[in-house]
């Protein structure tokens, strides 16, 4: 009898597509590996493969000067962000060389020796 129940019930009631949710897994499977090839994609349209390296140390600073202005450090797998502020920092110190930006727009640090006589 139970051959026979078989052949009228047809391909549409075996076991397998009994539970509708099973191709929902395999949705959110797909769509796991769809988000992180966006996002490694997001990151090589930046053309900043370092944020993928563990070793790698970057520093990022976004929109320098404006109201708006982002520095993003990344040291190790540690990524900080600090955000601009109006607060103004201070407190006592001591000058500890001087800074000279180039033509081409580098900046080098000369330290003080330390002998010199001077203002």
Do not use: C, H, W
């Not at 900043?48 to 450090?73: A, H």
């Not at 990344?74 to 033509?103: F, P, S």
């Amino acid at each position: 009898m139970r051959k026979r129940r078989s052949r009228r019930t047809g391909i549409l009631y075996e076991d397998e597509d009994q539970n509708p949710l099973t191709g929902v897994a395999n949705l959110f499977d797909i769509a796991m590996v769809f988000s992180v090839a966006l996002l490694v994609a997001l990151v090589m349209s930046f053309q900043l493969p370092e944020l993928l390296s563990p070793t790698d140390d970057i520093t990022i600073i976004k929109n320098p000067g404006e109201e708006n202005m982002k520095i993003i450090i990344k040291e190790g797998q540690n990524i900080e962000v600090l955000n601009m502020t109006e607060q103004i920092g201070g407190g006592t110190g001591e000058a500890l060389g001087t800074a000279y930006q180039l033509a081409d727009g580098r900046v080098v640090y000369v330290p003080d020796s330390g002998n010199e006589t001077g203002s």
